[in-house]
């Protein structure tokens, strides 16, 4: 197997969740690297997330949007890019039943610019994407990499055109693309609005925890270290062309996840409300990643493992997300829940 090792890394929506745990962790493991972080710092961009790393000289920031073409090429140009990895995305499914339209114009629109950018100057591009491609899927089914995407909602929809985009130029251009579908992730620097940060905070503050309907839908609750490693090893020894799927393969219910939130931080399972669904909310999720396992991989954390972890990295880093919640987020949870909440059940 041929190990391939990038040098010069344009990690869009570094600045992210996701991508400000994979430039730590890739910076730290690849000491020799180079890593631009391109990202139109959105509200759920912050440059905080890599507070500890603006000092070390490997790593810069460039302020701009994935769809800029001429921003995005001229990085590129000078800063000797060799390898894209996309992370920037519009990523909340409840955002994108509110507001879809930015949706569309970042993940399908700003990935066809970057996948443009890559066949003009020759770079290899690796894309995130995730296991709501596949849409919700039945009891014993476990989603593989060449299954049929069958998207349900705004958000992922956009994702699944993303992922058929870049299959498009591996074929049409023979771009050297790979792509990685995601579960669930939890872990540090998750913007509160998504489930896990939300129901560890408001837990921490003794507010409610809307569940939205009967909280048995499944999801596969994987720690974002689990990812990052998923993604180097895709980088470093993943088949060109390839897609794979990363997660714990084991799922659980989101009443199951609130349990472990409630009790590694010793809160009152009282606290659960049941409020009115997400329209379309997808039911069940579960990927097959035994494609990733064959090229060595393993995840460290198991979901329960990963939730308690996540949980604990809230209650450990107030300083992190109190500002947050006191700032422009009142008005989206204003927005998203009270009404919920008024008519909810316990
Ligand atoms: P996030 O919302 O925390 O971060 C997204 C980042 O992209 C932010 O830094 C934001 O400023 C940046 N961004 C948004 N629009 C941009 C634009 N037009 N140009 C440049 N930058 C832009 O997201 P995340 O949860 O870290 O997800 C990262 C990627 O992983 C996304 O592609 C998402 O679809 C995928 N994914 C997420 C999960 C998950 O559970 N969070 C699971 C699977 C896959
Ligand atoms: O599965 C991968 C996806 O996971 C990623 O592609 C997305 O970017 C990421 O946002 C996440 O999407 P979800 O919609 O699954 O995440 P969220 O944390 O919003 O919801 C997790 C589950 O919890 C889902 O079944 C909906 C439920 N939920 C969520 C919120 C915010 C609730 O019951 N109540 C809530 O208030």
Same mark, same amino acid.
């Given at each position: 197997?041929?190990?391939?090792?990038?040098?010069?890394?344009?990690?869009?929506?570094?600045?992210?969740?996701?991508?400000?745990?994979?430039?730590?962790?890739?910076?730290?493991?690849?000491? *020799?690297?180079?890593?631009?972080?391109?990202?139109?710092?959105?509200?759920?961009? #912050?440059?905080?997330?890599?507070?500890?790393?603006?000092?070390?000289? #490997?790593?810069?920031?460039?302020?701009?949007?994935?769809?800029?073409?001429?921003?995005?090429?001229?990085?590129?140009? *000078?800063?000797?890019?060799?390898?894209?990895?996309?992370?920037?995305?519009?990523?909340?499914?409840?955002?994108?039943?509110?507001?879809?339209?930015?949706?569309?114009?970042?993940?399908?629109?700003?990935?066809?610019?970057?996948?443009?950018?890559?066949?003009?100057?020759?770079?290899?591009?690796?894309?995130?994407?995730?296991?709501?491609?596949?849409?919700?899927?039945?009891?014993?089914?476990?989603?593989?990499? $060449?299954?049929?995407?069958?998207?349900?909602?705004?958000?992922?929809?956009?994702?699944?055109?993303?992922?058929?985009?870049?299959?498009?130029?591996?074929?049409?251009?023979?771009?050297?693309?790979?792509? $990685?579908?995601?579960?669930?992730?939890?872990?540090?620097?998750?913007?509160?609005?998504?489930?896990?940060?939300?129901?560890?905070?408001?837990?921490?503050?003794?507010?409610?925890?809307?569940?939205?309907?009967?909280?048995? *839908?499944?999801?596969?609750?994987?720690?974002?270290?689990?990812?990052?490693?998923?993604?180097?090893?895709?980088?470093? #020894?993943?088949?060109?062309?390839?897609?794979?799927?990363?997660? $714990?393969?084991?799922?659980?219910?989101?009443?199951?996840?609130?349990?472990?939130?409630?009790?590694?931080?010793?809160?009152?399972?009282?606290?659960?409300?049941?409020? $009115?669904?997400?329209?379309?909310?997808?039911?069940?999720?579960?990927?097959?990643?035994?494609?990733?396992?064959?090229?060595?991989?393993?995840?460290?954390?198991?979901?329960?493992?990963?939730?308690?972890?996540?949980?604990?990295?809230?209650?450990?880093?107030?300083?992190?997300?109190?500002?947050?919640?006191?700032?422009?987020?009142?008005?989206?949870?204003?927005? *998203?829940?009270?009404?919920?909440?008024?008519?909810?059940?316990?």
């Amino acid at each position: 197997m041929i190990e391939l090792s990038p040098r010069a890394l344009l990690v869009t929506g570094g600045c992210g969740f996701i991508g400000s745990n994979f430039v730590r962790y890739w910076l730290a493991q690849h000491p *020799q690297s180079h890593v631009v972080v391109y990202d139109k710092l959105t509200y759920a961009g #912050r440059k905080k997330n890599l507070a500890d790393l603006w000092e070390d000289a #490997r790593l810069k920031l460039v302020v701009g949007d994935i769809g800029d073409l001429d921003l995005v090429r001229a990085t590129c140009q *000078q800063e000797n890019i060799d390898l894209i990895v996309n992370f920037a995305a519009e990523t909340h499914v409840d955002q994108s039943i509110l507001g879809p339209l930015v949706f569309t114009d970042t993940n399908v629109r700003g990935t066809h610019v970057l996948l443009e950018v890559a066949r003009e100057l020759g770079l290899r591009l690796h894309h995130i994407s995730t296991d709501e491609v596949y849409g919700h899927i039945r009891d014993d089914h476990q989603s593989v990499e $060449t299954d049929e995407l069958a998207p349900r909602s705004p958000y992922a929809a956009s994702k699944a055109a993303a992922d058929q985009l870049v299959q498009a130029y591996a074929i049409t251009y023979g771009l050297p693309v790979t792509i $990685t579908r995601g579960a669930n992730n939890v872990g540090p620097y998750q913007y509160p609005e998504k489930a896990v940060p939300l129901f560890a905070t408001n837990a921490i503050l003794g507010e409610a925890i809307p569940v939205y309907g009967d909280g048995l *839908q499944m999801r596969d609750y994987a720690h974002v270290h689990d990812h990052c490693t998923g993604i180097e090893t895709v980088l470093l #020894r993943g088949e060109i062309g390839e897609v794979y799927n990363v997660g $714990t393969g084991r799922e659980m219910t989101n009443l199951d996840m609130v349990d472990i939130v409630l009790d590694t931080l010793g809160k009152s399972h009282d606290l659960v409300r049941h409020v $009115t669904d997400r329209p379309g909310h997808d039911r069940r999720y579960s990927m097959n990643v035994d494609k990733l396992r064959e090229l060595g991989w393993q995840p460290k954390y198991d979901p329960r493992e990963a939730v308690a972890e996540a949980a604990k990295w809230y209650a450990n880093n107030r300083a992190w997300w109190e500002p947050i919640r006191n700032g422009e987020f009142r008005e989206y949870y204003e927005k *998203q829940y009270a009404e919920r909440l008024a008519g909810s059940v316990r």
